[in-house]
Structure formats: C-alpha cells, structure tokens
C-alpha cells in the first residue's frame, strides 16, 4: 500500500507564489523508479494534468497554462516531489492532487497514474 500525502496549499492573491510538497510512504519503496505527477480539479470540472517529473528528475512535463510559472521538482531521498508556483491566477484555483505512475512524464492521461494523495487546496483571489 502506497500513501501519497499533499500539503501547503492556501488562501494567495493573485500574483502570488505557492510551493506545494507530496510525500511518499508505505510499502512503495524508493519514489527512484516513479514518475510523479501533480493533477487538479475545480469545482464542476474535470480533472486535469499540471505537471510531471521522471523518475531521475531529468524529465518533465508541464500543461500549456502553467508553463513558465510552474516548476515541478523532487528529492528521491526524502520520497517527496514538489510544486513551485509562482504568479498564481484565480484560475488556478483548485484542489491539487499528487499522484505516481509508472508510465513516463508525457503521459497525461490521470487513468494511468495509480496511487492518488487526498488533494490540498489552492484558492487564488483577484
């Protein structure tokens, strides 16, 4: 059993930046042979891709509206991945999902990724 858990979302203005943060435990092992993934959803939509990291970090994947303001990263040592987000819009508000795949970072399709956190809010106000 795998545990996928999200923290520091928030309440930001818009302009502002978060860093979210999903740590990994359980009978996982090393996060070292995963790609990790971050998705969200707001109210009454689907849930989309954001962002996703290769196993060695050396790849990564990003939807159109967060590039150049999104930065995904991790540290395989302490299981966790990373969601920097700077110049934050109201539309970026959602609930903001980690999750992990074996499928490589291109692969945006969330029915290939198979562990999921709880989510953590991010509500952006103009």
């Known amino acids: 059993q795998v545990q996928l858990v999200e923290a520091g979302g928030g309440l930001v203005q818009a302009g502002d930046s978060l860093r979210l943060s999903c740590t990994a435990s359980g009978t996982f092992g090393s996060m070292y042979r995963y790609t990790m993934g971050w998705f969200r959803q707001a109210p009454g939509k689907e849930r989309d891709f954001v962002a996703a990291i290769s196993w060695d970090g050396g790849r990564t994947s990003y939807m159109d509206s967060v590039k150049g303001r999104f930065t995904i990263s991790k540290n395989n040592a302490k299981n966790a991945v990373y969601l920097q987000m700077n110049s934050l819009k109201p539309e970026d508000t959602a609930v903001y999902y980690c999750?992990?795949?074996?499928?490589?970072?291109?692969?945006?399709?969330?029915?290939?990724?198979?562990?999921w956190g709880q989510g953590t809010q991010v509500t952006v106000s103009s």
């Open positions: 999750a992990t795949t074996a499928a490589p970072p291109d692969v945006q399709s969330d029915s290939r990724y198979v562990y």
